[in-house]
């Protein structure tokens, strides 16, 4: 399963990432924050392609054409994961890290309800045990943010937390479509989502500065350019993930959102955060139900 450990990469990666975002967005206007950290994202891209460098299991760095079909599948994937970062750079600028990333984490619960009616997905032997486990430790941490004096039903940061993650699960299963059905290559539907990202992400930061009637200032931060870079490296791992053939996007997207161990260790030493040894037992059921998924 060379499937799983690029996920498992993918994830670790992806803790950093949130960790880098929580940094990033004290004090600062979400919308820049999100388009220089793609436009980070995208300088790494250039360089990779630049070098035309390689990244173990013989991925390569380089562009392979598109139809204009295509682009516009890689367009729509832009607009999806843009909402979806939207909504979730608001959420995790106010809400504590450790509680938004397990709300976050819960993205796996509709991915796999998605892969089972959309691709008749079928996880083997203690692999649904393993789902089962670690969504209701994903459940569990949505349950602690309520002694955090979270009121999930009437706070609106939790509100666009939920919203970014159902349009976070929707983009997970297009991501299986583009890459198994529609066979993009996984860097040049890297790329070219990126770029498309960063266009749409720039007429979003000047359409709310003519509104607002300035730009919002900024503080810039090395965190910014940490975020941008550390995306494009997990989702490079994971691309290749969703690209390996016998794949399950239901068992991937779970692994994935195990990234809610490493944002929950450094937000706890660099946030302060409060309730950890209620979420570390949460933790535990997570670590669980990956020990269960690596088993078929």
């Known amino acids: 399963m060379h499937w799983l450990g690029l996920t498992l990469v993918s994830a670790v990666c992806l803790g950093l990432y949130d960790v880098s975002k929580k940094a990033a967005l004290r004090e600062n206007p979400v919308l820049t924050v999100l388009l220089l950290s793609t436009l980070s994202g995208l300088v790494l891209l ?5 070098l035309g460098a390689g990244l173990g299991g013989g991925v390569r760095f ?12 890689v367009v729509a994937k832009s607009m999806i994961v843009t909402a979806s970062w939207v909504c979730t750079f608001l959420a995790i600028k106010h809400l504590p890290l450790s509680l938004a990333t397990p709300i976050r984490a819960t993205a796996p619960l509709f991915t796999v309800l998605g892969a089972l009616v959309l691709f008749g997905e079928r996880p083997v032997g203690l692999q649904w045990l393993g ?9 569990a941490f949505s349950a602690i943010g309520r002694a955090e004096g979270i ?6 940061w939790v509100g666009f937390l939920f919203l970014g993650t159902l349009i ?30 960063a266009i749409l992400q720039a007429a979003l930061v000047l359409g709310f500065a003519r509104w607002r009637g300035s730009l919002a200032p ?10 941008g870079c550390l995306l494009v490296v997990a989702d490079q791992f994971y691309f290749q993930a969703v690209a390996s ?12 959102r195990s990234n809610v161990v490493v944002s929950f260790a450094l937000g706890a030493f660099l946030f302060r955060e409060r309730l950890l040894r209620q979420k570390a037992l949460a933790l535990a059921g997570v670590l669980l139900g990956l020990l269960l998924l690596l088993r078929n």
């Open 46 to 50: 250039l360089l990779e392609l630049a």
């Open 62 to 73: 380089r562009l392979e054409p598109l139809n204009a079909w295509q682009h516009g599948l």
């Open 131 to 139: 789902i089962a486990v670690v969504l209701a430790a994903y459940l």
């Open 151 to 156: 009121a999930f039903r009437s706070d609106r």
């Open 168 to 197: 976070g699960s929707g983009s997970g299963l297009y991501d299986k479509y583009l890459l198994q059905e529609v066979a993009l290559p996984p860097f040049t539907l890297q790329f070219w989502f990126t770029l498309y990202g």
């Open 218 to 227: 900024i503080e810039l931060r090395w965190w910014i350019v940490w975020i």
């Open 245 to 256: 053939h016998g794949a399950l996007i239901s068992v991937v997207s779970v692994v994935r």
